[in-house]
């Protein structure tokens, strides 16, 4: 089965039957053209007119275009109501699948990507749907019943009719044989501008506020050039040929073959000159809808493509839940059990690691930029699943919680924190959209961002983004205040002060002491003196942890810790040192 079968499988049984009669008003295109041609005939040949035969052929070719009216507008509801519940039931397989794919994969996968198959992609369908399977249906259908209708008036000026049909078609088999290739570097270049815009309007404040506008707004015009460059180099070896088809399917082109051909028959006897009129006035019926055939089989090859990069992303395979679990939640207790995780087959970035996270206790990993710290926090809240070994919660293996379950269980506030383009109090709300007026606004006082919302004009109904623009370290509360509403009691924390400023850093840590209250949690410092007081601190490098212990015995035992210990306190003029 094809791609594009594929993709559109749930609305073929619609499809069909809308064919079936685009066929029918197609055969009655002719009608009209027919009535014209054979009232001329009738003219042409002399003697007296048949005044019911003429009224007869005047009923006939209004009723046929009646008739066309009535399909075209039956055909065409029927194909976009299908396409529009295609593209309904597209987007929410695409929400719900990616919902269940690896978090990480996101991560991997730039947001201009995703743009661009969730949108993009998703409207390329609909010209197929809507409109080219009926086009294509016209385009074959109309000339065949216009060329039967003319075999019958003369078959020997048939051939000189089709004569710039075939022309045409052996331009465009020349002109499409490289299509392939260059669309895929057009889509590919295409993809690049969506990733290029999307980067550059997110980081637009960054930019202002650090003076990087060059290179900034370098990286988006190299994107925009290189996407010129590809669309120029697939136009520019249509342009001739495309011309000379245009020309050769001009309806002018096969009137005056026909009427240089038809009159030298005539002349010659062999056909009557009353016989060309048909050919003249049915040739537009013949040139026009090829053109629309070619227009159709581009939008097919899109289509296809569209199609193809629609089913890699339903094909992306989803995190297992072999089994339905559910561990109790009070006391909860996390163990890593022999777990590596590689993200290629060829190097791993954690291995063999074993670690408890004991109930209500801190755990600190600590670590030089590439130890594996990020990557094994990420797998608590299944961005990943581990390579080998695995996680369990309360010993119940994660893969087997269900996952709506397993995210009531784990909180996780990341580095690189996304507010959804909605009010502040949706945004807060993500985790308990059940929650009061009450428990949000306590939820926002703990994460000590209440106040910078009062302060705005719509307060908690301030729309993020358009109405409300935070900084990184306010974003960063933001997100606190969501984990602390879901009131998970496992969560998960990775570089919880990074985008803060030295005021605003107190005020996250105040928030963090907040979180971390009754809850297990799993924390990466980049800053040695905010995880002093962990109840257990992991040394990792190399992707394995060499240290374990608290604070005052890893500072005894003169290992790694000690030397990253030492270079804090050596460092006067740099009392918050990152490790990195």
């Known amino acids: 089965m094809s791609d594009v079968k594929r993709i559109t499988a749930t609305v073929s049984g619609r499809i069909r039957p809308a064919c079936a009669i685009q066929a029918v008003a197609a055969i009655m295109a002719t009608g009209p053209y027919i009535a014209i041609a054979e009232l001329g005939i009738m003219l042409m040949r002399g003697g007296p007119l048949d005044a019911a035969r003429t009224w007869w052929i005047v009923a006939l070719g209004a009723l046929a275009l009646l008739l066309r009216l009535c399909c075209l507008l039956l055909a065409s509801g029927l194909t976009h109501l299908a396409d529009n519940d295609l593209q309904l039931h597209l987007r929410q397989s695409l929400a719900k699948h990616l919902s269940r794919v690896p978090l990480g994969w996101f991560d991997d996968t730039h947001s201009g990507h995703v743009k661009k198959v969730m949108q993009d992609d998703v409207l390329a369908i609909h010209y197929l749907v809507g409109h080219a399977y009926t086009d294509r249906i016209s385009a074959i259908v109309t000339p065949a019943a216009a060329l039967a209708y003319l075999g019958w008036i003369e078959w020997r000026l048939v051939p000189i009719i089709l004569l710039p049909v075939i022309l045409t078609m052996v331009i465009y088999w020349v002109q499409f044989r490289g299509i392939g290739q ?37 990286r988006f015009t190299n994107a925009s050039n290189e996407f010129a460059d590809g669309f120029w180099e697939m136009v520019r070896g249509q342009l001739s040929s495309k011309a ?31 016989d060309i009129l048909p050919f003249i006035v049915l040739a537009p019926a013949l040139s026009s809808p090829f053109l629309v055939l070619t227009h159709t089989q581009s939008e097919f090859v899109q289509a296809n493509r569209a199609a193809r990069r629609l089913l890699d992303v339903l ?78 919660l309360n010993g119940v293996d994660l893969r087997h919680i269900d996952r709506d379950h397993l995210y009531r269980a784990i909180g996780f506030v990341f580095q690189e924190t996304q507010l959804l383009h909605a ?146 306190r050596a460092s006067e003029q740099h009392p918050e040192l990152v490790l990195e």
């Not at 009754?518 to 990792?540: F, G, P, S, W, Y």
């Open 182 to 218: 260059m669309m895929s570097r057009y889509n590919k270049a295409l993809a690049g501008v969506n990733a290029a815009a999307v980067e550059l309007v997110q980081g637009i404040s960054v930019v202002k506020t650090f003076g990087l506008k060059n290179r900034s707004f370098q």
């Open 244 to 274: 000379a088809a245009d020309l050769l399917l001009s309806p002018i082109t096969s009137i005056v073959l026909v009427l240089v051909a038809g009159l030298t028959l005539a002349a010659n006897q062999k056909v009557a000159v009353s």
């Open 315 to 392: 094909d992306l395979p989803v995190l297992p839940q072999e089994k339905n679990q559910t561990p109790r939640l009070d006391e909860p207790r996390i163990q890593f059990e022999d777990v590596s995780f590689s993200y290629d087959e060829r190097t791993e970035a954690i291995r063999n690691i074993n670690l408890t996270l004991h109930p209500r206790t801190v755990t600190a990993l600590v670590g030089a930029s590439g130890a594996g710290k990020s990557t094994l926090a990420h797998l608590l809240p299944r961005f990943w699943d581990p390579t080998e070994g695995r996680i369990t």
């Open 423 to 568: 009010t502040v109090r949706e945004n807060i709300v993500l985790g308990r959209t059940g929650a009061s007026e009450q428990q949000i606004i306590q939820a926002a006082q703990q994460a000590q961002i209440h106040d910078r919302i009062s302060a705005l004009a719509s307060g908690y109904n301030t729309m993020v983004g358009s109405e409300g623009v935070f900084s990184g370290g306010e974003a960063q509360r933001i997100a606190l205040a969501r984990t602390l509403l879901a009131d998970t009691p496992v969560v998960v924390l990775d570089e919880a002060t990074a985008f803060a400023d030295p005021d605003c850093a107190a005020e996250v840590q105040t928030a963090l002491s907040t979180l971390v209250e009754k809850r297990t949690v799993l924390v990466i410092a980049h800053r040695l003196h905010t995880v002093m007081e962990a109840d257990q601190i992991c040394v990792m490098s190399g992707g394995q942890i060499v240290e374990t212990g608290r604070h005052e015995d890893l500072v005894a035992r003169k290992g790694i810790y000690a030397e990253l210990w030492a270079v804090l």
